[in-house]
């Protein structure tokens, strides 16, 4: 390998204001499950996955639009997970949900995972807006955006 080689850029870091339970507008409950464990007796970095997962679908539950009901679906298009300390178990948690931007077909979403005040884990969730019948993005309709903005 030379000199010149290039390296590979490292992902922009989330907003350190992530940890801090005040920057967060939506809350849903979680509980550890026996069944997120992990050898070391550690909530596992896929159940952790779950639980931000259960804080996208509560926001879009609470603001009345699930996809179910909807022409269009939500797909992931990109995570970013940041584990900042670990989870055991029993824990009640709490997931925080805020919207960082509303694109045209996008919502970009950050989101904590709280054990008590501590954050053990912080994501960042950009997802797209998908027409059912065509499978092509669709514009964030008015609605959804506005009820997205209070989470802002």
């Not at 070391?40 to 259960?54: D, R, S």
């Not at 045209?104 to 979403?109: I, Q």
Request: hydrophobic share 45%.
């Amino acid at each position: 390998m030379t000199d010149t080689a290039q390296t590979a850029t490292a992902p922009t870091a989330i907003d350190p204001a992530a940890t801090d339970p005040a920057a967060y507008r939506f809350w849903t409950e979680e509980r550890v499950r026996f069944a997120d464990l992990d050898v070391q007796g550690h909530a596992n970095n896929n159940a952790i996955g779950v639980y931000f997962e259960t804080g996208r679908v509560a926001i879009m539950q609470a603001l009345g639009r699930f996809v179910s009901d909807t022409p269009w679906t939500v797909v992931v298009a990109r995570l970013v997970v940041d584990f900042r300390a670990q989870i055991n178990f029993p824990a009640d948690i709490r997931v925080g949900v805020r919207i960082l931007r509303v694109g045209n077909t996008s919502v970009t979403m950050g989101l904590a995972v709280f054990d008590g005040d501590r954050c053990a884990a912080t994501q960042e969730a950009v997802m797209v807006l998908v027409d059912k019948a065509t499978g092509r993005p669709t514009p964030v309709p008015e609605g959804l955006r506005a009820g997205l903005a209070a989470f802002a």
